[in-house]
Structure formats: structure tokens, C-alpha cells
């Protein structure tokens, strides 16, 4: 089992930004893919970024060159630095890890309101 804890969201005017952070821990030697979604209302859960254990990143159009997803060397945290923030960045954002076994673990998500 992984467990995940998000941390980070709030709210901030538009142009601005902010870090989210992600601290697992757990059966972490299984983890291949680290990464965040997000989910506004009415709207499906979304891929924003994720990082792989070879630390290959990948981005949603609507975020790239905004947003950067990195990790820290021992693979136990994962970051979403998000710069130039848009009110339709405005979501409730989701850590999640995916094992080499396809299994998906999740974080309790945590907000993130942009305003105009």
C-alpha cells in the first residue's frame, strides 16, 4: 500500500503562483509514475503532469511552460511548481502514483482557487 499527502493548494489572484507538494510513503519501490491531476466542478479528472521513475516528465497542453513537476532524489515527494496561474487552473488538484503494477493510489486533493 501507498499512502499520499497533499499539501500547497489555496487560493491566489491570476498571474501568480504556487507549489504543491505530495509526500508518500509505503511500498514506494513499486511506484513507476508520479503525478497530479485535477478536477473542477462539472468537469472529468484531467491529467496535469507526471514524472516516471527515469524522471521523464509529461504535461497537458493547457499547462505547458506554466506549470513543472519535479520530485526529490529519494522519490518520496513529489512537487507541481504552477506559475502564471489562470482562473481556469481553478480545481481541486490530485497526487497520485501508479505502481508497475497499474495500480493507482490517491491523495485526499487539495484546492486551488485562481482568481480574476
Known amino acids: 500500500q501507498v499512502q499520499l499527502v497533499e499539501s500547497g493548494g489555496g487560493l491566489v489572484q491570476a498571474g501568480g503562483s504556487l507549489r504543491l507538494s505530495c509526500a508518500a510513503s509505503?511500498?514506494?519501490?513499486?511506484?513507476?509514475?508520479m503525478g497530479w491531476y485535477r478536477q473542477a466542478p462539472g468537469n472529468e479528472r484531467e491529467l496535469v503532469a507526471t514524472?516516471?521513475?527515469?524522471?521523464?516528465?509529461n504535461y497537458a497542453d493547457s499547462v505547458k511552460g506554466r506549470f513543472t513537476i519535479s520530485r526529490d532524489n529519494a522519490k518520496t515527494t513529489v512537487y507541481l511548481q504552477m506559475n502564471s496561474l489562470k482562473p481556469e487552473d481553478t480545481a481541486v488538484y490530485y497526487c497520485?502514483?501508479?505502481?508497475?503494477?497499474?495500480?493507482?493510489?490517491w491523495g485526499q486533493g487539495t484546492q486551488v482557487t485562481v482568481s480574476s
Open positions: 514524472i516516471t521513475s527515469e524522471a521523464s516528465t
Open positions: 509505503g511500498r514506494l519501490r513499486s511506484i513507476a509514475v
Open positions: 497520485n502514483m501508479e505502481s508497475y503494477y497499474r495500480i493507482h493510489y
